[in-house]
């Protein structure tokens, strides 16, 4: 009995460093961020306001705005870079000599800091000099203004902008070798008695991977699908670095705001202006979307997961 | 469709695919040998008319790169260290010891994956200032020196180590931490390699934090340090893009040296940053 105890206080003492840092600087300041919401905080804690900041939330356009561009901007990366995942996982799946390399290329954009990429993309883009208005022009076509451009791709003056769009490019980009890897881990894992099985029965191509790859990966789908999401709502470097980071633009998300993401909306309620309590109550709110998201998708999606073994 | 014709177009589909993904890398590598009229002529040329490596020792020159390089590795070395044992100790209690309520607090540390940075990152900011961290090294260690990841990464490992191995341990008198220290995280080597790389990798590449809670240039890191340097050489191109070219290619070397650790890291633990 004493011996138990012992081993116990031992197990607590051997999880506390972690716990210390995960609980002190992972979740007292999620709770801390609904604390300063309830305030008037600019650089300094001022008076306490209640609910009143995210009532400015609800009528606040620039907020409203950032939730629709962060909408589009899930909806428009997720699913492609998904199925592009997908597609280079069942290429990297074949038998083919190569396949250490491909994996390698396709992979080195997730390796790399998003900071370096979004100014080589940034580069790319240039309106002036860019390669992308280079391979336009070398077909006769008009050149963009790429990541400058406010006006919007399906409708002018709807989301996604041409800046928005080409960040969502480069974010599909940056992700895919990501999804290709984790895919491709799960094609691994499917036992090789089943395909082999199906193959006799005759089933081959598109049929044998709409009723037998497709569903028994789909517990890496779900869980990538889940991952994606959550990174996408939250996504910051890449936006902050192309659509408005740095001292060239400021905060806002230029241009004209058009790639003002939620993540960014934050940053500039906190960072550039300053307005501490606000800019937690938009944080806190994001948070509360992100896991409500997680939830649905939980309750949408988990059913049709098959797994075996 | 015989199979040669098969082969052929899968090789020219991966090879399409890779040109594009490598596209943006050989496009640094090349204007960051340009002159600058080069760079900033219409249309662009693709390769450079002749190789001006000088550019790369005019960036290291137009800001401190070396300070920043310094930076990043006492931070990612920092965070590697710590992280290292924090998550071994918190992963071998959770697999090896009978510690009660083990379940839940597994589980409440996957629960913590759902908070998003942004929403942890105003409070953090105020408690670097509190605490007398604001640019300071231990401000862009210690929040970062215990992972949820890591922690279920180790776990696994941990749980595959045959029973009977601690067993006959005690009987020649090993304790816990010795057993951790002299067998558990030796046989874990491949998984410590991993947990090394993962987090030494998401170190380096940090930005936002950084960004926040460093002040001046002797203490920010590379990423940071790059997004002043664009505002520092703007037209510059050639410039700008050899200081990426410095920012991504220690991560490049190490990838390509350990790819194999990293990539089965990335599948079994799913890390998005």
Known sequence: ?309 | MSVRARRLGLYVLMGGAGLVMAFPFLWMLSTSLKTEAEATSFPPSVFPAQWLFVNYLDAWRAAPFGRYFLNSGIMAVGQVLLSIATASLAAYALARIRVPGRGFIFGALLATLVIPPEVTLIPNYIAMQRLGWYNTYLALIIPFGASVFNVFLLRQAFLQLPGELYEAAVLEGCGHLRFLWRFAMPLSRPTLAIVALLTAIRAWNDFQWPLIITDTADLRPIQVGLTIFRSDVSTNFQLLMAGSVMAVAPVAVVFFVAQRQFIQGIARAGIRG
């Not at chain 1, 390698?104 to 390796?111: D, I, T």
């Not at chain 1, 037998?212 to 939250?234: C, D, E, R």
């Open chain 1, 1 to 309: 009995m004493r011996k138990r105890r012992r081993e116990a206080i031992e197990g607590y003492l051997f999880l506390a460093p972690a716990l210390l840092i995960i609980g002190a600087f992972h979740v007292w300041p999620a709770l801390y961020a609904f604390y300063m919401s309830l305030f008037r905080w600019e650089i300094l804690q001022e008076g306490f306001v209640g609910l009143r900041n995210y009532g400015r939330l609800l009528e606040d356009g620039d907020f409203l705005r950032s939730l629709g561009i962060t909408a589009v901007y899930v909806l428009g990366t997720v699913p492609l870079e998904m199925a592009a995942g997908l597609a280079l996982a069942l290429l990297l799946h074949q038998r083919l000599r190569l396949r250490g390399l491909f994996r390698l290329v396709y992979f080195l954009p997730y390796v790399t800091s998003q900071v370096a990429v979004a100014l080589v993309w940034g580069w790319v883009f240039n309106p002036s000099y860019g390669v992308a208005n280079g391979l336009l022009a070398s077909v006769g076509a008009a050149p963009q203004r790429w990541l400058l451009e406010p006006n919007g791709i399906v409708a002018q003056n709807a989301p996604p902008s041409l800046a928005l769009a080409a960040i969502m490019l480069v974010t599909v980009w940056y992700f895919v070798g990501f999804h290709a890897v984790v895919f491709l881990s799960g094609l691994t894992a499917i036992p090789a008695e089943l395909t082999d099985a199906a193959r006799i029965d005759g089933a081959a191509g598109l049929r044998l991977f709409r009723y037998i790859t497709f569903p028994l990966i789909s517990p890496t789908t779900y869980f990538l699908l889940l991952v994606a999401t959550i990174g996408a709502m939250t996504s910051f470097n890449l936006v902050y670095v192309m659509g408005g980071g740095g001292q060239a633009f400021g905060c806002a998300g230029n241009p004209l705001g058009t790639t003002q993401v939620a993540a960014l909306f934050v940053f500039d309620r906190f960072w550039c202006q300053t307005q501490l309590g606000y800019a937690s109550a938009a944080a806190f709110a994001l948070g509360l979307v992100v896991l409500a998201i997680t939830v649905a998708n939980g309750r949408l999606f988990s059913r049709r997961v098959v797994y075996v073994g």
